[in-house]
Every structure is written in structure tokens, then in C-alpha cells.
């Protein structure tokens, strides 16, 4: 498998999973698990071309994981935060 069909599978796999709109860093992670969020909510902010992005929550729901940390580096697809 390619690593974009990878990627993808994992998207289909992981429900309620938010994941990296673009290559980038994550500069802050604004949720815990456990965590109540409303829809809208800032996750996360991730850094990709000296751009700060505000990665939102779809919908309301519990942090179910969080799979990355400050300083992390994502790819394209990569699932940062589960919620269900």
C-alpha cells in the first residue's frame, strides 16, 4: 500500500476521528481526554506554512484520544483527536 491509501483506510476505520487537514506541527493542544466539547470548539492549533490553523471539533462529544502532543509533526490525514 501506498501511504495515501494508508492514510485513508485509517480515516475509514476510526470513527469520530479529526484529523490533520494539512502537513504541519501542532504548536498547541487545547483539549484532554476525557474532555466535554461543543461543536466548534478549538482542538488544537496546528502550524503549516507559518500559518496558525484553529482545528475545530465537527460536532459535540467526549475526547475519546489524543494522538498528538506540542511539538508533534503530522501528515495530511494523520488522526489528531478521536471524539465520540
Known amino acids: 500500500l501506498t501511504p495515501t491509501k494508508r492514510i485513508a483506510t ?30 466548534g470548539q478549538v482542538l488544537c492549533i496546528l502550524e503549516a506554512m507559518k500559518m496558525e490553523n484553529e482545528i475545530t471539533a465537527p460536532r ?16 495530511e490525514g494523520e488522526v489528531i483527536i478521536v471524539i465520540g
Open 10 to 39: 485509517q480515516k475509514e476505520v476510526v470513527e469520530g476521528a479529526i484529523t490533520a487537514p494539512m502537513t504541519g506541527k501542532i504548536i498547541s493542544v487545547k483539549v484532554e481526554k476525557g474532555e466535554q466539547v461543543k461543536a
Open 60 to 75: 459535540a462529544g467526549t475526547v475519546h484520544e489524543v494522538s498528538v502532543s506540542e511539538g508533534s509533526s503530522v501528515g
